[in-house]
């Protein structure tokens, strides 16, 4: 069984930074892109971040680019998320997922690959 666990969440101050991390078990990342999504309550689950299967490229959506830097260790089987300058609007739970691109913009999870995990929460405090 295909395992997705993130881990690194917590309160922080506006400006602050943070660095989350997912740990695939059962199934080598090894060939996939990535991503990261976020739910902030009461809102659908939003993409944030990918990385393509090889690391050589990324992409993130408008609100955290700049801020944040998504990277893989395939040898770990680990993906990360690297987030500075963290501001409220950026408090949600954070999910990793294996993913598709969708459009030219967006990647969607891929669900063959495995289900959600149970998310790491990130509070930014103003």
């Known amino acids: 069984q295909v395992r997705l666990v993130e881990s690194g969440g917590g309160t922080v101050q506006a400006g602050t930074s943070l660095r989350v991390s997912c740990v695939v078990s059962?199934?080598?990342?090894?060939?996939?892109?990535m991503g990261w999504f976020r739910q902030a309550p009461g809102q659908s689950r939003d993409f944030v971040a990918a990385?393509?299967?090889?690391?050589?490229?990324?992409y993130y959506t408008d609100s955290v680019k700049g801020r944040f830097t998504i990277s893989r260790n395939d040898a770990d089987n680990t993906v990360y998320l690297q987030m500075n300058n963290l501001m409220p609007e950026d408090t949600a739970v954070y999910y990793c997922?294996?993913?598709?691109?969708?459009?030219?913009?967006?990647?969607?999870?891929?669900?063959?690959?495995?289900?959600w995990g149970q998310g790491t929460q990130v509070t930014v405090s103003s």
């Open positions: 997922a294996a993913v598709l691109p969708e459009g030219h913009s967006t990647w969607h999870p891929w669900f063959d690959f495995a289900s």
């Open positions: 059962g199934r080598t990342i090894s060939g996939y892109a």
């Open positions: 990385i393509s299967s090889s690391g050589a490229s990324s």
